[in-house]
């Protein structure tokens, strides 16, 4: 049986941040791999224009090609609309019965957790691996000590995909911050200029 951190994210586009995350997690946890699991479409972020879904896919799969801990999932994008983390979880599970999932996520998604469909059903079957993110103000109290939830000394990320895109948009460089195949393809199709 393998341990496999899934890692939630629109990854619109991956950057050298997400890719310390991950590394670190193979590294220092318990975990076997990190599967980024590529959300089509966040329920908390209706009508964000983001890259479609084969472009991202592309570019988390030239990210992550040297590292063979690492793995891109697509499984969110045959799902009905809006993803819920519940369904993906029991279609992963239904998929791979043999291994265990455990979730990875920042600290501040812990804040609006309680508001995630069926958070309860997650908790009580899933272990939550959190890194620290800066924003991680209003934790509930049920969710600070609760014996699923654990923290991780991961490296605290500043880069945001946002920033990114922002910055490409004004004609910025941003090859610091991305893997260098991945800004010779943005530049090449011409992503986030709009």
Not at 41 to 52: A, G, T, V
Request: no cysteine; net charge positive.
């Amino acid at each position: 049986m393998q341990k496999i951190g899934l890692f939630f994210g629109s990854f619109d586009p991956i950057h050298k941040g997400h890719l310390k995350l991950a590394e670190h997690f193979v590294k220092s946890s318990d975990l076997d791999f990190i599967w980024f699991v590529i959300t089509p479409e966040n329920p908390f972020k209706k009508n964000s224009k983001i890259l479609s879904n084969s472009n991202r896919l592309d570019l988390v799969k030239n990210a992550i090609k040297s590292n063979p801990k690492l793995h891109v999932s697509s499984i969110e994008f045959d799902l009905p609309k809006p993803n819920y983390t519940i369904q993906t979880l029991k279609k992963i599970e239904a998929e791979y019965p043999k291994d265990r999932f455990v979730l990875i996520m920042g600290e501040d998604n812990l804040s609006s957790f309680n508001k995630w469909k069926d958070y309860n059903k997650i908790l009580s079957n899933y272990e939550l691996y959190i890194y620290p993110r800066k924003n991680s103000n209003n934790v509930p109290k049920s969710l600070h000590e609760h014996p699923k939830i654990k923290r991780n000394n991961a490296p605290q990320i500043e880069i945001s995909s946002s920033q990114i895109r922002e910055r490409i948009k004004k004609g910025l460089d941003v090859s610091e911050l991305i893997p260098k195949m991945n800004w010779q393809l943005i530049k090449e199709r011409g992503f986030y200029k709009f």
